[in-house]
């Protein structure tokens, strides 16, 4: 049974929008290695688990939680990089129909369904506009091959990040895709510490792409922190995951690895504003009117008290 | 930020492997309206949320977050259902290669991948074999059409479960399609109500499908014990869910909604036994060996005492 | 623009149901070579039309057209054989909850969909299973090269028809696809012709299948009455397509081409009865009413005198 | 059975070429909530109809008809808009081969199959490219839930349109897409009527998006002509829908509702040229004497003595 | 460039024909792990590779190679096991049109297709009938995870086929089957080599699944006969895939790898019947007397003395 | 069973980066008529032959040998086309971090899977991003309809080619392209030539599309050299291939076909030099020294004299 908090588990850092990185950063979402696919894929590993290894099931399914969050987060990303790109691009809108283009910018991106179909927020494809598929999904039942199939599925989400953290200085990007590439470490050591647990020697291949990420100087400060050798379970109950996660990180850069409940700080989330270019949401005065009266008289209801301060207040 | 409980939403009932049933429920979990699409489309709505007004968004990620928790309920179902089918028919597995063919059931049956590609479990799919697809999560930024479009979905999700229970007697079926029949009931009441605080009046047309689901045993246990009229938030921290999740149902059924953190119970989660014939999880004796003696050393590293209270116990 | 009659352009014939004679009838809707494809490969043709050529213009659409009609009468064929299937394998329903599985037989299906997502209905699919896609329309905006492409079109649906014949020997499904087989001759004719028409000589190839339909009894009777030497224009306003489609057909079999308006007959089409066990259509008695209730008050006022006539008739 | 005249059911206005808007376009005829799904929608779910209720049958099917109408005059608009865009761009064509890239824009636009696959012409395919997919036909067999679902794809329709409104000026893309605009208000009001008749008060919430569409001014002339409130059943024998689709308009617009045989106008279809660098038609003179001679030699037999005073003429 | 002879890489075992077999067994072709994606990964991978370690070169592309060579094998196989299926069941054909269903079967399998589109052969399908996926090709131009991905396909590969092996006891399917596993392994110790070349010591994980597969007997051949530590590059110039396939192989089985063009024995392809029910090939007498007198008529042009012989040999 | 050789079957011309025109021609490797599509369509027709009419399974069959070669070439032409563009657009690379961003140009891309999924190199997709698809290989098992089916692939195929000639000067796209067209000539010619075997005559209307291809300067410089009437069986054993691609021509240009094992001239192919912004291939100095190591080492015991040699050279 899975619980919510209302906050991110890295922040979001404020920058212009960039309606192509966001595009980019796609791939990390709904791509065939992004964090959808991890989400999913160890998700459906966890709950169709045979056999006692618990250490096992619980390392893959806390790092399934966690790619949860990171869906969370790389939505809020993507949506802030679309968030007012209209508007940015020198093109301010002020109300439908007033005889010009206010969306005008949106038919020359490269994906139009941000505008079209989504509200300048995240669509569940990848960078090429293809929709997520079910069938990237890997569960092969076989605890060696899963954890294999795991670890190349890290190295190639580390990979593409790699990649798109390249492909624009915006800070938006460059904050949540360094995130990702430091936990993408984390989760290599994770599947490869488990592989070294049943007899392989990684020897000097891993991580995956081999290159020293600190080059980047986001990915450093985390590094620093010590975000990349630190997993968490996530478990309300408790977890085996530190019986494999511990001790020293195959990775080649001589940490020792960490289990935690949960990452030391959490973020909050920004509200995203109302675009009423996308009718988003929409509410015209007149159904707004009926939800805060409906909000108001509830509020009284449930929390007398708490309204009545309110009202003093306003006073 | 997400968290898990190693439990489930609802119990699995013990009965006999029945792998048509297993593949009819595929379409409750990986088709067009199964449980995977509610919660990326509950997930991105409440992800890509627009505006402030708050109860509405925590009604609709609060639903969201018990869908992942469907995903698990569900899962297990159809590999509960899909577990020891082989030997079931008569067809007992001992071990590979003694020259009869000990999945010969298998390749009869209408998704084989149950067999070639998962281990007996549960995958993405829906009933027909088709993967999951993003295209189906509907996120369209405007909150009354969001809000109708998951009437819609919850709706078909009922009616299409309320088909499946009439597809198979099996018991491991039956409770579970029973509770999901029962929570798109409250699910289909949540966003409903929702709509009626924007003005709407659902007059005689709810539920959908328009009859008295109690006539279905299952559902009647679930009902009396007034499941349908609850609905939690799954918040570690607060929500305004209870604002909209209310006072009296639009259901036509005469009941109050509440709205609570959590289910009054959980469930055990059934550990699922090894299958050689699928060589899930597959590992052999030596592997086995490098596993446990990880786990003992590690045991012993992490927590001395109890390791030692377990040796003594042994004696 | 397009106009429509309440009638069939061919006889649904009774018989039992045969859901997998349904399944297979499905490739003719929804396959690749399928109504649905012809239909809108046409369509786009015409629509996209270049160049002055009107004959071959009106031709392409005049085909088109009649192909609406076909994905009428498939649909209503494939539904006629899933209809009341349930009942007809010996588990007659009553009504929903009563403890047994009234629709037992549908997970057995090699389509389970039929009775998940549809009532004992036609879907877009294939019989595969696999949804009709946009990809398979081809408009190459070449006309030599789109009416060779047709043609191995329309070859290929009497292909596949003539082998679906062969599948069953129910008389709904024969009588369905022996038309089709039949008309598919005709629209050889017809590219062939348009073929000719730019000096190609076909010699003794087509059609294709190269054998003599009528060994099929029921193709017999049409090919008798000539159904396979017509072809219609649906044109409310006139066509040229009679300019292309006249004279000999290049299908080595001796006719006549004629183009008319319309089929000589046309049939009534039948309705469906209520599925309770599908909530299909699912008013309950009160919705009922309020249908009733409605359609009398407004017969009452849109024709006064007719609900007179009617009440007093009821006397 | 369907027939066909060869008109437009609204105008194509005359603009320059404009490959992005075109593009842009194609969600409202390939998208998951375009025309080709409104289309196939309704014609499954009139053709699989179960029960007597006639009016709600009528309904469905009147609208179905009109929608591929819809498909037809939307397939022409995206046509004009990419038809000669190549020179448009400076690039004038004047002979395959002369060394020169007389395509060089094409590979640089969003959808480069415009140019590639098709001649300057419409697509089966969305915005973002993605083929037009049969699983996006919903059928449910549950009259309720498959009006709600209408209800839901009229509104995404209408939203979508709005938001293609604003990203283009051009008047070929604003008149067509203004019409559909209306037309969507038109089918959500029949809709919601049909919702209506069987109990649904929809207050304040409709249209979908809510909002004064008459804020555009190509959308204000033909709300100004009453189109919004017009509903056309096409048939040519008869029709039940004005028992639904007559009094108040549920859209919080003050009108009142009327049910006609077809529109009061329709319009020309314009001729596309040939393009000789998409080899479109691709005639040479060679065949196209042949296609002249045939055309010639049809004339004298078909009609001697229209012939015969062409020929006179001709002196 | 490739080249070809008119050989089998392993034999076809002449057995019963077995269509659910054949259906299990395209996932060995056109699943995700099947064969078409092996020779498209290994293709793709050796087409863009990157940098002058041509060994690693070489030892993809060798594989890539074969894997065509696999293609053609199971193709052959699964159309073997579906040849003559119609009649084998017992409803032998004579010819299309005599009121009875000669292809009555058929409609039961579990892909129809095999029968309506295919001519009881082989299609570039899964075993759940979805086609096959060009974004199942993994090639990420990083050396050493394109390396672990195509170790994860093979063993993959190896897991389900050792699946298979065990739905069927039919000696084709077995035949082809355990030649592909043997392969597989072979396959397995290529690219597990070439990571031990880069400082990884697999320990005991491999082969995947571990397990002793000469429990299988007609695998246990293979092995005897040394075929699982041979790898042959299908080079007509030259190869350095010997510089990694040599020495002892990373598979825990004690062998040592030898590299070599081709295969020790290559194998007859059998020729495929006409299948009248299918049309297929569908020459009939008028065009099977063209086809042999232009066979005839070329043999007298390009070998008149050849002819003359059999001429006088026909006297 | 298949070998190769590594030659290319047409030259790789160079020029600068051009990454659209990458893109374009993507549509002929893995777009619905490419390159892919031709060679798995003609491979499986000729794996599935049914009868004894070996010159027409030859012909095919060879036909299909010739497309992997050219799946090879135009891979090697797209990956060409993208390497180095980064850095050709005035962003040079150093190493991954410096804080700019290197990449930046590929997120405005049409497609970013060339650079975030792929290492500056072709993909198995079309010029929309569409992955490879399986449904679109046509293998009917009807000897005269597979030949038609394959005429209308190799028309459309030029077809498209002749458009994307058109759309960029690129000398290295026109050489790829042009010998494509030409070598669609000869197929064409051979498809063609087989249906005229069994008596069709085409007339005036190949080759499709109709015109002089010698107007493109590229591909006069192949018909001048007699390419396009050349046919290649490329079989190591023998063919009767010639029986049919043999005598005139039926594309209207005066031409005698002649069949050959292979083509007169094969082409080197240019190595692909390393991509550090990519991590392509990715082998840091200690990872190169192992592979090194390991080469030198194999060198020494596979042919100690050669190292020898080149030790004593290095002096």
């Known amino acids: 049974m899975f619980y919510h908090v209302q906050s991110l588990i890295n922040e979001i850092v404020a920058d212009e929008p960039d309606p192509s990185a966001a595009n980019a950063l ?30 096992y099931l619980d390392l893959i399914q806390g790092v399934g939680v966690e790619e949860i969050s990171h869906v969370e987060l790389i939505t809020k990303t993507i949506s802030r990089l679309l968030d ?15 005889g ?46 899963d954890l294999m199939d795991n670890l ?8 593409q990040k790699c990649r798109i953290y390249q492909m624009s200085e915006n800070k938006t990007l460059r904050a949540t895709v360094s995130f990702l590439i430091v936990r993408d470490e984390a989760h290599q050591a994770a599947f490869a510490k488990a592989l070294e647990t049943l007899g392989v020697d990684w020897g000097k291949v891993l991580p995956i792409p081999k290159f020293d990420s600190s080059q980047f100087p986001e990915v450093k400060r985390l590094l620093d922190a010590g975000i990349h050798r630190e997993q968490y379970h996530f478990r309300l109950d408790s977890s085996q995951m530190e ?12 940490t020792e690895l960490v289990t935690m409940k949960e990452p030391r700080e959490s973020y909050p ?17 007149e159904l707004q009117d009926l939800a805060d009266a409906f909000s108001e008289f509830k509020d009284n209801l449930l929390a007398p008290k708490k309204k009545l301060a309110k009202s003093i207040k306003k006073k």
């Open 26 to 55: 796609q791939e990390g979402l709904g791509g065939q290695f992004g964090e959808m696919r991890t989400m999913m894929q160890y998700l459906f590993q966890s709950f169709n688990f045979r056999g006692d290894a618990v250490p």
């Open 84 to 98: 007012g790109s209209p508007e940015y691009n020198g093109k301010k809108f002020e109300a439908p129909g007033k």
């Open 100 to 145: 010009k283009a206010s969306l005008g910018m949106a038919k020359e991106q490269q994906n139009p369904h941000h505008y079209i179909v989504g509200a300048q927020s995240a669509l569940p494809v990848d960078a090429a506009g293809n929709p997520w598929n079910g069938s990237w999904v890997h569960n092969h039942g076989n605890l060696v091959l």
């Open 152 to 159: 190349v599925l890290e190295a190639t989400g580390r990979l």
């Open 243 to 254: 019986k494999i996660f511990s001790g020293s990180a195959p990775l080649n850069d001589g």
């Open 269 to 285: 989330i920004p509200m995203m504003p109302e675009r009423p270019e996308q009718f988003a949401p929409g509410l015209d005065p």
